[in-house]
């Protein structure tokens, strides 16, 4: 069973650029979540999409946006980056029913310079 | 707001000591626990704990939950240099959506 697949790994963009990443979660699991991972502040929850609707939001600016498809596939946008945007981006997957665990993919590395 | 302390910060121990590692909480609607370890990038899952006082094991590492304190600890036993790593703790809490409040870790170091 294939697990998380995040895309690109890595990613180098330039001040005021936008960025798009890609998140295919394990077959099956329709709720995917994004997390910001940076030194200073950690993991930070960034959203959650279920069946193609955001259910909840974490304290991050309008520049950070997201959708999920109807294949449950998640994508995240960022605009006008900033130099702070740097961080290791993080999705996880989980399961639709209960309380499950979350499982993580690789996470996509991106530096804003 | 949801809150996740983890201690220590970090931590360096030699191959064979035992060890272990704390997270407290404050959660709304609490609905279970989570740990992972992150070694490089993505962090792998450990454990997830819904009930109080039962102690969830794999190999040399375990888990415990104590719903009334509000905390958790993971022990690692007989260390090895491969379990260096940073421990994370997450409590899933709320209602209607995943998401998950991530204390800072403890970066675990584990000398020959």
């Known amino acids: 069973k294939a697990g998380v697949t995040q895309t690109p790994r890595y990613l180098i963009k330039t001040r005021g650029q936008q960025v798009t990443l890609s998140c295919s979660p394990i077959?099956?699991?329709?709720?995917v979540s994004w997390y910001q991972q940076t030194p200073g502040q950690g993991l930070q929850f960034l959203f959650e999409?279920?069946?193609?609707?955001?259910?909840n939001k974490g304290n991050f600016p309008g520049r950070f946006s997201g959708r999920q498809f109807s294949n449950s596939r998640s994508e995240m946008n960022v605009s006008t980056l900033e130099l702070g945007d740097s961080a290791l981006y993080l999705c996880?997957?989980?399961?639709?029913?209960?309380?499950?665990?979350?499982?993580f993919g690789q996470g996509t590395r991106l530096t804003v310079v | 707001e949801d809150k996740v302390v983890q201690s220590p910060l970090s931590l360096v121990v030699h191959e064979g000591d035992t060890v272990t590692l704390n997270c407290s909480y404050e959660?709304?609607?609490?609905?279970?626990l989570l740990w992972y370890k992150q070694e490089k990038k993505a962090p792998t899952f450990l454990f997830m704990l819904?009930?109080?006082?039962i102690e969830k094991k794999s190999g040399r590492l375990s888990s415990i939950l104590d719903k009334k304190e509000l905390f958790s600890i993971l022990n690692i036993t007989a260390t090895q240099t491969g379990d260096s790593a940073i421990y994370l703790c997450a409590v899933l809490g709320g209602a209607g959506s995943y998401q998950l409040t991530f204390g800072k870790g403890t970066k675990l170091s584990v000398i020959p």
């Open positions: 999409y279920f069946s193609e609707t955001q259910r």
């Open positions: 996880a997957s989980s399961g639709s029913f209960g309380v499950t665990e979350a499982f």
């Open positions: 819904t009930s109080s006082g």
């Open positions: 077959s099956g699991h329709r709720s």
């Open positions: 959660v709304t609607n609490f609905r279970s």
